[in-house]
Every structure is written in structure tokens, then in C-alpha cells.
């Protein structure tokens, strides 16, 4: 977590670390999962199968498959089982512990179960026990007196350690690389964190004497006094020196067995992939055979569509040269109906100005025949009276020349010596003057 690479690629270089998939990590692996994390570090893609030449010797013939019943150490996390929150009291409230009582290497005339019993202790306190085992029973949801990996990944997660470290204590208290821990092992996996969280203590890369459970200690402890004795008888034997050669050869002998075969191993690999890789070629030549010819017939068509499409171009460009043939004369004809519209515009505007000008004298000969149209009326109007007048002077006239006619008469008749009509004649004569001189007023 500390490489600050992200969580999908840490998982998968874990995923190709752990070799044999006991879901922990030994020495040689967590050599193999540090070497690709540099390299992921250095922005190198990370393989999606670890190579033949990262397998460690020691792993070399269990590669093809891990252990039955194994299951990652770090799942992904589920419910939270009860009783949880006993593990950080259990932290806070267990008291540190004194060095653990070492393991009696001296000579005692004892056998090797009495002498293992009699030296080692469990290096889980009592006190502890209780409370681990009251977290286990919490845990052990399905009463079968084991706890997996999903069981108490939530209960290691409290303490805050890295998924690295939680990994190492899981792999040392998974003694028999089953995959979950019994209730001895699950007490010891908590006596290494609660180390780690309290007082800064590591897990070791092993497990001395004094960690191995109780139930688990009889096999081991007599194998390991087994293997001190014949060490010593070895030792004391003249003819160790030539065991220890024969033994060093033997080693170095399959060892550079290991090597061979994994180098044959490599070469073949390395045919295979070959002529994999040769096959894959044949085919890919005889793919890029069929685009070829495909991409052949594919050419063919486009050029005979980039024929017709030359033809078509060279008939379009005739209809346009034609076109612009007829655009130019229409622009000529256009050109001369302008220039007639302008000189036709020109004798309109003239004809409009002369029309104007006529207007302005009609409107002027109007005015001046309403003036004489009523200069003749009034002449008219004078003339009728004048007439009127001329009628009226006539028909004094006649009365006048009537009275004279009868003065002249009235004379007569005085001559002769008749005066009868005359006062007949001086009434008339007076009525006469008087309508005669009303006349006259009148007019």
C-alpha cells in the first residue's frame, strides 16, 4: 500500500506472488511480489502470468496448482460478525508481556517429549486465552470450530495494520496451510497483532517453539529433538565430514537438476511459443492474403466508379461551359434591356417633367379661365341689364313718341280751334312724366 499503486494491480501482483495459493506469502514469494512491485513501481506493466524465470527453485513443482482448501488471507470485506468490538479492548486491556521462557538447549537426561514439556511454554498468555476465545466463539458463526478468512478479515482490519503484515501473521498462524485457523491458532494470529499494536514487536519470518500451539506441539517437538540427536550423533561420527561433502554434492546435484530441467523447461516454452508465434504469422499472412485480393477487387471497383465519375465530370463540365455560354449572352441581353430601361426610364422622367410642366399650365389656364369665365359673367350680367335698360328706354321711347304723336295732335286740333281733349291730353301728358320719371329712378 505503501507503493501508492493502485488496490487492482497490488491484487493481481499478489494473485501472481503467491505461487502456491495457500493464500500467504513465504519468503521467496514476497521476494517475487517485492521484485514486481518495483517494477510496477517503474511503470512497468504487470504480467498477466508470472514468468518461468520469477519461480523460486522452491516453488518450481508446486506451481501448477496450490494447496486443497486454501483461501486468500485478504478477501474483500463482509458483514461485520458481533462481538467486534472485544478485539480493541483485548488490545487495550492485555498487559504487556515479559520475554517469552526460552527453549532449554542444555543436556538433560530426559526423553524428548518430557524434556519439550517439561522447558517450553505457549507464549499466549492466560489471560488472553479467555478473552481470544470468547472473540472466536463470536466468530465462529457456523460452530465448526474453524475460522476462514471472510470470518475475521474484519476483526484483523481494526488493527489497523497493513494487509502485507496482517498477511505474515495469517501465513505463520495457519500452521497447516489449510486456509482457517482453529481457535489455538486464531488466538496466537491475536497475541501477534496485539505485539505488533502494543509494542511495535514484528512477527518472526518462522515460528519458535514457544509460539507453536499446544494441541499441534507433540509432532514437532519430537521431530525437532529427533533432528538434534541425529545432528549430534553425526557430529561425533568420524565419517561426517564425508556425509556433509556427499550431502552439499547431492544438493548442488539437484540443484543444477532444477536448473536443467528448468531451462529445458524454457526452451520448450520458448518452442512453443514460437511456433505459436509462427502459426500465428502463417495466419495472419494468410488473412493479409484475403484483404489483399479483397483490397484488390475493392480497387478494382473504386477505379471503374472513378471512371464514371471522370465522365460524369467531363459531362458536367460541358453542360457548365454551356451554361456559362448562356449566361454570358443572357448577361448581354440583360446589359442592353438595362440600358434600354435607362433611356426609357430618361424619356419618362422628361415625359413626367413635360407632364408636370403642362399640369402647372392647365392649372394656370384654369385659374385664368375662371377669371374670364367670370369676367364674362359679369359682362353678362352687365349686358342683360343693359339690356334691360335699352328695353325700358325703348319703351319710354315709344310713350314719348305716343305723347308727341298726341301733342302733335292736340296741336292739330288747337289749330283748328278743338280744345275739348285738352285737359284729357295734360292728365296723360302728367301721368306720363311721372311714370316716366319713376322709370328713370328705377333705373
Not at 527453485?57 to 508446486?62: L, Y
Not at 564425508?242 to 528448468?262: G, P, S, V
Not at 352687365?382 to 319710354?396: G, M, T, V
Request: aromatic share 4%; glycine share 6%; hydrophobic share 30%.
Amino acid at each position: 500500500i505503501n507503493s501508492k499503486l493502485p488496490l487492482d494491480v497490488l491484487g493481481k501482483i499478489w494473485d501472481l506472488g503467491d505461487i502456491d495459493k495457500d493464500g500467504h506469502l513465504d519468503k521467496d514469494e514476497f521476494t517475487v511480489v517485492m521484485h514486481l512491485v518495483y517494477r510496477a513501481m517503474e511503470k512497468e506493466p504487470v504480467p498477466t502470468s508470472l514468468p518461468a524465470s520469477l519461480i523460486p527453485p522452491s516453488k518450481r513443482k508446486k506451481s501448477a496448482g496450490g494447496l486443497p482448501g486454501a483461501v486468500p488471507v485478504l478477501p474483500t470485506l463482509s458483514g461485520l460478525p458481533g462481538g467486534l468490538g472485544l478485539l480493541k479492548e483485548t488490545l487495550r486491556n492485555t498487559p504487556p508481556l515479559g520475554s517469552a521462557t526460552p527453549v532449554s538447549t542444555g543436556a538433560v537426561n530426559l526423553s524428548p517429549k518430557q524434556s519439550f514439556r517439561s522447558t517450553v511454554n505457549w507464549v499466549v498468555p492466560v489471560a488472553d486465552r479467555e478473552r481470544y476465545d470468547d472473540i472466536f466463539k463470536q466468530t465462529d458463526t457456523d460452530n465448526d470450530g474453524l475460522v476462514s478468512g471472510t470470518e475475521v478479515i474484519e476483526i484483523f482490519m481494526q488493527s489497523s495494520l497493513s494487509q502485507t503484515m496482517l498477511a505474515q501473521i495469517w501465513g505463520l498462524a495457519d500452521t497447516k496451510q489449510t486456509g482457517k485457523l482453529t481457535r489455538e491458532q486464531f488466538s496466537l494470529a491475536m497475541h501477534l497483532i496485539q505485539q505488533k499494536v502494543t509494542k511495535g514487536v514484528d512477527p518472526p519470518s518462522t515460528l519458535t517453539p514457544d509460539m507453536i500451539p499446544p494441541s499441534e506441539r507433540t509432532a514437532a517437538s519430537v521431530v525437532g529433538e529427533i533432528t538434534e540427536c541425529v545432528t549430534c550423533v553425526f557430529c561425533s561420527s568420524p565419517t561426517f565430514s564425508a556425509y556433509r561433502e556427499k550431502f552439499i554434492l547431492e544438493q548442488e546435484l539437484r540443484i543444477k537438476e532444477d536448473t536443467i530441467r528448468q531451462q529445458n523447461s524454457e526452451v520448450q516454452n520458448d518452442l512453443d511459443r514460437e511456433s505459436s508465434s509462427l502459426q500465428d504469422l502463417e495466419s495472419q499472412k494468410q488473412d493479409s492474403q484475403e484483404r489483399l485480393e479483397e483490397m484488390d477487387q475493392q480497387r478494382s471497383k473504386l477505379e471503374g466508379m472513378l471512371n464514371d465519375i471522370k465522365q460524369k465530370c467531363q459531362e458536367e463540365s460541358q453542360t457548365i461551359s454551356s451554361l456559362q455560354s448562356q449566361i454570358s449572352s443572357q448577361e448581354t441581353n440583360l446589359r442592353s434591356q438595362e440600358d434600354e430601361l435607362s433611356r426609357t426610364k430618361a424619356n419618362l422622367s422628361r415625359l413626367q417633367e413635360e407632364e408636370a410642366q403642362l399640369e402647372q399650365s392647365l392649372l394656370s389656364g384654369r385659374v385664368q379661365l375662371d377669371s374670364i369665365i367670370k369676367s364674362l359673367k359679369t359682362t353678362q350680367e352687365e349686358i342683360s341689364q343693359a339690356r334691360s335698360k335699352l328695353l325700358h328706354i325703348q319703351d319710354s321711347q315709344k310713350e314719348v313718341t305716343k305723347t308727341i304723336e298726341q301733342y302733335n295732335s292736340a296741336l292739330s286740333d288747337i289749330n283748328r280751334g278743338n280744345l275739348s281733349n285738352l285737359p284729357v291730353l295734360s292728365e296723360g301728358l302728367a301721368e306720363k312724366e311721372s311714370g316716366g320719371f319713376r322709370s328713370a329712378v328705377r333705373c
